[in-house]
């Protein structure tokens, strides 16, 4: 901007060109919700129009996915244009284009339903990859189409939670690490790298991880309803497009082009 700033100002000019400012203005105008306000999810719902030729908004649905994501773009945004498409009249259908290894268990239910309940057509698009939370939300599709790509994968169907013991490298570091809590604080942060964990606690982290994996398994049966045909694929396993077509994880291969034709279609 200062290439820009400086020389109009030097040359007794308006600093911002009238053309950048109508432009700006535009979007902002367009930029509203129902009820009139300036809508952060509108303005992206616009970009997702255009790129899926203005009737179908084309969602990406990339990197490791959060509540929050990186610079905004995590599940609860998401789910804020997802819902914003539902009662936008110019929205035909959309597309949740997927490229992730997937992520958090936190919000991925929020996703995948708004998926669920999108009153019009909805594609899902195996951008490349989609994993784990990724396919726990785009299960949720009418149906998914995957890149025709002999590098594509969809799967990780499973949850996972990763304890690092760090007492033996802390020990041979000549370090010695104490733990301090308030006397009513008696279970805070009991799962750390240099506390061993009781049984209970090693019982505690399994419930939790068994039950988060039977709502991931019931989603993606809810969403897949009909075409799934082996259990397998809640071991874990990724899948190519051969596979994935056979076990009912995706319904055809195409490109993006296809799946937004296809969202017109349904």
């Not at 616009?46 to 990406?60: E, H, K, M, S, T």
């Not at 019009?120 to 784990?132: D, I, L």
């Not at 370090?175 to 090693?202: P, Y």
């Amino acid at each position: 901007m200062e290439g820009i700033i400086l020389p109009r100002l030097a040359a007794g000019f308006d600093p911002i060109p009238p053309h950048f400012k109508a432009a700006h203005i535009d979007a902002g105008i367009s930029a509203r919700d129902k009820d009139g306000n300036w809508s952060r999810a509108r303005a992206y719902l616009d970009d997702y129009l255009r790129i899926g030729g203005g009737d179908v908004a084309v969602i990406p649905l990339e990197g490791t996915m959060s509540r929050y994501g990186y610079c905004g773009m995590g599940n609860e945004f998401l789910t804020d244009v997802i819902n914003e498409a539902a009662t936008e009249p110019a929205v035909k259908a959309i597309v949740i284009k997927g490229n992730t290894p997937g992520g958090t268990v936190d919000s991925v239910e929020m996703l995948a339903d708004a998926i669920k309940k999108f009153p019009k057509p909805s594609v899902g698009y195996v951008n490349g990859m989609v994993a784990s939370a990724g396919v726990f939300a785009m299960s949720q599709a009418d149906q998914i189409v995957m890149e025709n790509s002999i590098s594509s994968e969809i799967g990780s169907i499973g949850v996972l939670m990763v304890h690092i013991d760090q007492t033996a490298a802390l020990e041979k570091a000549g370090l010695k690490v104490t733990i301090f809590r308030a006397s009513d604080s008696v279970d805070k942060a009991r799962i750390n790298g240099v506390e061993k964990l009781s049984d209970d606690l090693v019982d505690e982290i399994q419930l939790s991880l068994d039950q988060a994996m039977t709502t991931f398994k019931g989603y993606v049966k809810r969403g897949r309803a009909g075409k799934l045909t082996s259990e397998e694929i809640f071991t874990g396993k990724m899948y190519g497009k051969a596979k994935a077509q056979s076990h009912g994880l995706v319904d055809r291969t195409g490109s993006l082009a296809d799946a937004i034709k296809l969202a017109r279609k349904l």
